[in-house]
């Protein structure tokens, strides 16, 4: 099979809106000039457009145009090495996706262990910030659910007590070895970060590695949220107010 017949044959298996690179179509070194000009080509007839150098995507078609990608496509390259996911979008960006604030971001943070990102996509800037964990396709969830309660008292233009019933609804969901993850991956988070998931799995009677987390954190110091014990019945035995 030619490279171009390879090419559109893969293409046609993708989903529209999803990106992808000259990795992800199957061909071999040598075979990257002749991708070059058959993706270029298929640029010129529209099947599919340019996000950025290197990456693709078939655009979604309506009755206004066509739509970019979501940016969390648009930033594969930056969150994923290879299949092995590196990086995660975190604050006002994440917290917009979750439905947590209305707020549109200024610009896109990427939380990663090692590497650092400064780049931009449309208009936006995007910046780099050092996650406290090793970034894996497994706890991307939780290092998320965990931002959420480290900028709680923080983000703008939420209802906390529609967030805290998010984060039991979230927490709740997961499975005990997620919750035991979670757990762990707290303990490398601020006290306040270890106080709230104490206080959260507390009030959902979820008591391993409880004892982890009260040790871990100080008894004489308090940890302002701006919440009430009518938002979270167990915030007072975490110190938290």
């Known amino acids: 099979m030619r490279v171009a017949e390879k090419i559109v044959t893969k293409v046609s298996t993708m989903l529209p809106g999803n990106t992808f690179n000259y990795q992800e179509l199957g061909i071999a070194p040598d075979e990257y000039v002749a991708a070059a000009k058959a993706i270029e080509r298929l640029i010129k007839k529209s099947v599919i457009e340019r ?8 655009p979604k078609k309506t009755a206004f145009g066509n739509l970019k990608p979501a940016e969390e496509e648009l930033l594969k390259p930056y ?14 960006a994440l917290f917009n996706r979750m439905g947590i604030t209305t707020q549109v971001p200024k610009n896109i943070r990427i939380a990663s262990r090692d590497k650092r ?5 449309g208009s936006m800037q995007v910046k780099s910030v050092k996650s406290y964990v090793d970034v894996t396709n497994e706890n991307c969830k939780l290092l998320e659910l ?14 906390k007590s529609q967030t805290i019933r998010f984060l039991l609804k979230r927490t709740g969901d997961l499975s005990n070895e997620d919750k035991e993850t979670l757990v762990d991956i707290a303990l490398k988070y601020p006290p306040r970060v270890r106080a709230m998931v104490g206080a959260l799995l507390e009030k959902l009677s979820q008591v391993e590695k409880l004892d982890e987390l009260k040790k871990s954190i100080n008894p004489l110091t308090t940890y302002d949220f701006g ?10 035995n975490w110190n938290i107010q």
Request: hydrophobic share 45%.
């Open 51 to 58: 996000a950025s150098k290197g990456l693709f995507y078939i």
């Open 79 to 92: 969150l994923f090495n290879g299949v092995q996911r590196v990086a995660y979008i975190t604050g006002i």
């Open 117 to 121: 990102i400064i780049t931009r996509i």
């Open 146 to 159: 965990l931002d959420v309660i480290k900028d709680l008292k923080t983000i703008p233009d939420t209802d």
């Open 227 to 236: 919440i009430s014990k009518l938002q979270l019945s167990t915030i007072e």
